[in-house]
């Protein structure tokens, strides 16, 4: 695994020199509150700062990464405050596109608003803005669903050896990937003349733009042939995930083992070959389709390839999530009064991840959904006095419903209450406290 950060200094020339302090999988609140300082105290005058946040603070579906747009684009300009009342440059940059295609073959932007958010709050501030999100989704049409895989950490079982299981993501870039993100990074700061040509190796950068091979699943010879083999040798390969008749997401990923001797796997749909992947030594391996599935029903079949011929083909059906329905709110009611102690309950498409409730874009709860479909959640703190206005999403995995909003009212002590006042002696639970949106304490 690599960054395009890592890449940059190999793009440059003279005294530059590149400190890389970004961190995987951190949020643009984690990265605020547990390393900006140090990168402050590291940062002399004239220096310049990308700041390429956005890539995990969008998934809702985990409550500890989740970074609402509100508090994203707050956190962004709190950075450029900081960095240039210390003498340095912030540029914003989006995050890179995810190897993710749609059924036919285009390239799907998966990072939500947030790209728009991060250009929103550098026009703003009048900082810089390299829309890396735009720019990979170009190039990753250009590849294709075909050779992208080279660009990623994703490697069928026995291919690498520290991933004996295999390995597929698809956020991660390896390190030609990261080198040729890298490539239009560094470009662009030339193009926005923060860095000069002096600066840079113009010829790497002007260096044609290359195709990475074909992967090697889509270089099969002829793999239908394999459905009408003649004779057939050897057990058939186990599909142990998804389970038969199972409901998944458009990005499933296919898992099970082969019987000894097997050396790929083919995969089918209606007669027609859709990719295959290659067997651990222990007989395990690990597929993921290089599109997305079409919602509705599907049926692959799976034929080992072995040196003395092919196994018997195994069939698994399973269905596809056209998408997830919002969750419908019974408690509380539209309009109605409450204690503060407010219940919410409601029900959901059964087989649903969980539900999670926002305030104001917040987060700020979730719940699980139980077989039948329906889901409860009590707040851990009391609501104030007054009018408030609530939304729930249903999670399927990483897919999410549209949400559904309730208003209602709750009947409590006023803030300005005598009753408060006589109890303002003793301390709330704590300053930092789980029960509540991230509130700039930590």
Same mark, same amino acid.
């Given at each position: 695994?690599?960054?395009?950060?890592?890449?940059?200094?190999?793009?440059?020339?003279?005294?530059?020199?590149?400190? $890389?302090?970004?961190?995987?999988?951190?949020?643009?609140?984690?990265?605020?509150?547990? %390393?900006f300082?140090?990168?402050?105290?590291?940062?002399?005058?004239?220096?310049?700062?990308?700041?390429?946040?956005?890539g995990?603070?969008?998934?809702?579906?985990?409550?500890?990464?989740?970074?609402?747009?509100?508090?994203?684009?707050?956190?962004?300009?709190?950075?450029?405050?900081?960095? %240039?009342?210390?003498?340095?440059?912030?540029?914003?940059?989006?995050?890179?596109a995810?190897?993710?295609?749609?059924a036919?073959?285009?390239?799907? $932007?998966?990072?939500?608003?947030?790209?728009?958010?991060?250009?929103?709050?550098?026009?703003?501030r009048?900082?810089?803005?390299?829309?890396?999100?735009?720019?990979?989704?170009?190039?990753?049409?250009?590849?294709?669903?075909?050779?992208?895989?080279?660009y990623?950490?994703?490697?069928?079982?026995?291919?690498?050896?520290?991933?004996?299981?295999?390995?597929?993501?698809?956020?991660?870039?390896?390190?030609p990937?990261?080198?040729?993100?890298?490539?239009?990074?560094?470009?662009?700061?030339?193009?926005?003349?923060?860095?000069?040509r002096?600066?840079v190796?113009?010829?790497?950068?002007?260096e044609p733009?290359?195709?990475?091979?074909?992967?090697?699943?889509?270089?099969?010879?002829?793999?239908?042939?394999?459905? $009408?083999?003649?004779?057939?040798?050897?057990?058939?390969?186990?599909?142990?995930?998804?389970?038969?008749?199972?409901?998944?997401?458009?990005?499933?990923?296919?898992?099970?083992?082969?019987?000894?001797?097997?050396?790929?796997?083919?995969?089918?749909?209606?007669?027609?070959?859709?990719?295959?992947?290659?067997?651990?030594?222990?007989?395990?391996?690990?597929? %993921?389709?290089?599109?997305?599935?079409?919602?509705?029903?599907?049926?692959?079949q799976?034929?080992?390839?072995?040196?003395?011929?092919c196994?018997?083909?195994?069939?698994?059906?399973?269905?596809?999530?056209?998408?997830?329905?919002?969750?419908?709110?019974?408690?509380?009611?539209?309009?109605?009064?409450?204690?503060?102690?407010v219940?919410?309950?409601?029900?959901?498409?059964?087989?649903?991840?969980?539900?999670?409730?926002?305030?104001?874009? %917040?987060?700020?709860g979730?719940?699980?959904?139980?077989?039948?479909g329906?889901?409860?959640?009590?707040?851990?703190?009391?609501?104030?006095?007054?009018?408030?206005?609530v939304?729930?999403?249903?999670?399927?995995?990483?897919?999410?419903?549209?949400?559904?909003?309730?208003?209602?009212?709750?009947?409590?002590?006023?803030?300005?209450?005598?009753?408060?006042?006589?109890?303002?002696?003793?301390?709330?639970?704590?300053?930092?406290?789980?029960?509540?949106?991230?509130?700039?304490?930590?």
């Amino acid at each position: 695994m690599a960054g395009w950060g890592q890449k940059i200094q190999e793009l440059l020339v003279g005294p530059i020199e590149v400190a $890389n302090y970004a961190r995987s999988a951190m949020t643009t609140r984690k990265y605020y509150t547990e %390393r900006f300082a140090g990168l402050l105290n590291r940062m002399r005058p004239g220096d310049i700062v990308l700041l390429g946040f956005g890539g995990v603070d969008h998934m809702i579906h985990n409550g500890m990464r989740y970074v609402p747009v509100p508090e994203y684009q707050e956190l962004l300009a709190l950075f450029t405050d900081y960095i %240039r009342s210390e003498g340095g440059v912030p540029v914003m940059v989006t995050p890179t596109a995810r190897y993710a295609f749609s059924a036919t073959g285009e390239v799907k $932007n998966t990072r939500g608003d947030y790209p728009r958010a991060m250009a929103e709050t550098a026009a703003e501030r009048g900082v810089p803005l390299i829309d890396l999100t735009g720019m990979t989704m170009s190039l990753w049409s250009r590849i294709g669903p075909t050779r992208l895989r080279q660009y990623f950490c994703w490697v069928d079982a026995g291919e690498h050896p520290l991933h004996p299981d295999g390995n597929i993501d698809s956020s991660h870039l390896n390190h030609p990937g990261a080198y040729e993100v890298a490539r239009l990074v560094v470009a662009a700061l030339v193009e926005q003349s923060v860095l000069g040509r002096a600066d840079v190796d113009v010829a790497a950068l002007m260096e044609p733009e290359g195709l990475p091979a074909v992967s090697q699943e889509f270089t099969v010879q002829s793999p239908e042939s394999a459905l $009408n083999y003649g004779s057939r040798t050897g057990g058939a390969p186990t599909l142990a995930r998804p389970a038969a008749g199972a409901t998944v997401g458009p990005m499933t990923k296919f898992s099970g083992t082969a019987a000894p001797g097997t050396d790929y796997l083919l995969f089918f749909e209606q007669g027609r070959y859709i990719g295959g992947t290659g067997v651990g030594a222990a007989g395990q391996w690990l597929w %993921r389709r290089a599109v997305e599935w079409t919602p509705g029903e599907h049926v692959v079949q799976c034929v080992a390839l072995r040196a003395d011929g092919c196994s018997p083909p195994v069939e698994q059906h399973f269905q596809v999530l056209a998408g997830v329905e919002p969750p419908v709110i019974t408690a509380p009611k539209e309009g109605k009064f409450s204690g503060p102690k407010v219940r919410f309950a409601g029900r959901t498409r059964p087989g649903a991840t969980k539900v999670v409730l926002m305030e104001a874009g %917040r987060l700020i709860g979730a719940t699980a959904v139980d077989e039948k479909g329906e889901w409860h959640y009590t707040h851990a703190h009391r609501w104030r006095a007054g009018h408030h206005a609530v939304e729930a999403v249903a999670l399927f995995g990483a897919q999410e419903s549209a949400p559904t909003a309730v208003r209602f009212k709750v009947v409590g002590i006023p803030e300005n209450s005598g009753i408060r006042a006589a109890g303002s002696s003793r301390e709330e639970c704590g300053e930092v406290c789980n029960h509540r949106p991230f509130s700039g304490t930590w």
